[in-house]
């Protein structure tokens, strides 16, 4: 690594210091405007220090962030074993008693995760495919749509991400959706559907047979949700901008909250120094006023499934459990956590419920 690029490196981490969001899209445009480096090395070291951010603090407090990156290249990470577990989970003090075992769950979240990608037709056939395009994959064992990309590779330029054959999704969104349960001509609410990640596995479970209707407060995202499905020869979502009528009701009624995302902060390291404690309160309360809206949609005997990415209590098990006191007419007929320690994936909550009355 030469100079040139641990001051990229450096330059990044004074970012991180001013609470910059988009590392992600620094380190890519970096990558895109120098062609020649050695891409896998340059994303393990940026991406490497990304992820020791608190540690090289806590280890080098004298010095700065050069100093710190040259240090990480030369040594690699730094011995914390006497620092607050805190500073070795790289996480905010406060959110310790968030999530339940963080003595698994946290170290968990800091790996480095494989790229995951769904296969939208035969598996086999995609695997066998992209083989001969000289990627290195595999598939997943426990999700059967489910492929890991072993290597780096530039995705959007191959033959079968041209042809429409693959998505990138983790295997954990992957079983939460299939765990819903929903079956071959179904109606379905996705009432958070955003730009469709679970409306489009949806699809694909449901044999492209049935109803996807899906809904988000912001529209533009519903407009990259119709570019998926006509890209995977989806047909069966329709995507709604304003509520349907209360009398309308749902086999599925499927509410992907909007979260802290704290199940996805292997992917996204930097975005751990981004939550604060009132902003999981606010949240919290946004999840909470979701579902009581999205819970009107569910036909008598149908299922309310609220699912988020995050680890946390108050988003998960807390929200469903006030739920149910205010909601006695509902029952928990699945509730399932994946992440990085249980299910090697990143990090998810689903709860479905079913409808006894109205
Ligand atoms: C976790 S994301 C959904 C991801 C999406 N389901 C997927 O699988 O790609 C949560 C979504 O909820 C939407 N949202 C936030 N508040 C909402 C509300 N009050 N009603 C409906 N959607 C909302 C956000 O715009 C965001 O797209």
Redesign the pocket.
Known sequence: MNEREINFIADLMNKMDRKAAVIGDIINDYLSHHKNLDKVDFLDKAWGVVRAYARLQWAYPENNWQERVQKFIENGLPDVSAAPYYIQWEIHEWFLSHIPTPESELPALLEKPDIILRALDNRDITLSEMKKEGLNVEPCTQSPYGIILKNYANLKNTSIWKKGCIEIQDEG?QLLSMDIGVKSGDSVF?????????SLILAQIMQNKGLIQA????PK?LFELVKRATRAQIKIIQITTSLPKPDKKFDHVLV????SGCGTWRRCPHMRWHLTEKQLKHITR?QSE?LNRAQAYVKLGGKLSYAT?SLTTDENEKQVENFLQTHPNYKIVLEKRYSPARTHTDGFYLCVMQKTAY
Do not use: E, L, S, V
Request: hydrophobic letters at 30%; aromatic letters at 10%; glycine letters at 14%.
């Open positions: 969104a996705d009432f958070c559907a955003g730009a469709g990640g679970k809904y988000d407060i912001t995202k992907d909250a909007p979260c946004t979701i990415c």
